[in-house]
């Protein structure tokens, strides 16, 4: 157990330096814009126990964990609209607090089950006391609507183990359809709902304005 606690801790470490990195930028564009491309931020370590089992199906020996399981650290990053999800992706580019190794888009190239995100790997040095150390990350960056899709998915998954019965896995990709018709929808009307929000956004700051 010790040795798994001192495994996962640079881990911990990357998530918790990472979600306040990233929750900045929103931030930092409540702060320059009217409209932040960032929703909300999560991140988390993988359960020991889903470590395990990805090791497993994936054939990866205990000794090339690191670096053979992409997502042991996991942020997610949840935007309103697609088109804030490449501007997201220009932002990270740009970052040199880390590296990028990989890009996939499961946007464009949706997975067979349904499944629409962006996931960024990245290499993350944390500082240790022993050094410096590289580790791996995966950056999520999707809409709330492929969220919602995907958490429901997920927890559909943890029933039938992925085996899903065949009326349940077209209604999946049925739904997952819907949920892309829905964003595109959103981003018909960006212009209108970003107007909105900034007209609320200003209203409130002067409400707080008066208050102070
Ligand atoms: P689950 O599986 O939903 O039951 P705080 O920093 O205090 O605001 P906290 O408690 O550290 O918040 O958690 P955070 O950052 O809000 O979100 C952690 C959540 O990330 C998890 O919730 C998962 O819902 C979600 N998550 C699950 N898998 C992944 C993944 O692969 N990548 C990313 N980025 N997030 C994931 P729970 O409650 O831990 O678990
Ligand atoms: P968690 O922590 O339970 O979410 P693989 O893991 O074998 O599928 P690969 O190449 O390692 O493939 O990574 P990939 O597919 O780019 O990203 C894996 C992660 O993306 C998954 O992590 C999920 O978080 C998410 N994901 C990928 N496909 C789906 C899908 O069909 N449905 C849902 N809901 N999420 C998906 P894990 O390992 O499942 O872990």
Redesign the pocket.
């Known amino acids: 157990m010790k040795h798994w606690d001192q495994f996962l801790a640079p881990y911990k470490q990357a998530i918790d330096e990472l979600k306040v990195k990233l929750r900045g930028m929103r931030v930092q564009f409540d702060l320059d814009s009217d409209h932040s491309p960032i929703e909300f931020v999560t991140g ?1 370590v ?1 359960p020991i126990a ?1 470590i395990l089992d ?1 090791a497993n ?2 054939g990866i020996p205990l000794d090339k964990l690191e670096e053979e ?3 042991i650290a ?1 942020l997610r990053i949840m935007c309103q609209f697609v088109e804030d999800i490449h501007l997201v992706v220009r932002l990270l580019r740009n970052r040199n607090d880390f590296e990028i190794l990989e890009e ?1 888009d ?1 946007i464009s190239h949706k ?1 067979t ?3 629409r ?1 962006y ?1 960024v790997v990245i290499q993350y040095p944390v500082q240790t006391i022993h050094g410096e150390k590289k580790i791996l990350a ?1 950056i ?1 960056i999707r809409t709330l609507a492929m969220n919602f899709w ?2 429901i ?2 927890s559909l ?1 943890y029933k039938y183990k992925g085996m899903f019965p065949s009326d349940i896995q077209m209604r999946l990709q049925r739904a997952a359809e819907a949920a892309f018709r829905l964003d595109e929808e959103m981003s018909l009307i960006r212009g209108e709902i970003k107007e909105a929000q900034a007209f609320f956004t200003r209203k409130k700051e002067l409400k707080q304005q008066e208050k102070s």
Do not use: L, V
Request: proline content about 0%; charged content about 35%.
């Open positions: 988390r993988k889903s990805k199906q994936k399981i992409q997502d996991g996939r499961y997975k089950s349904g499944y995100s996931h995966e999520q995907a958490t998915e997920h998954n």
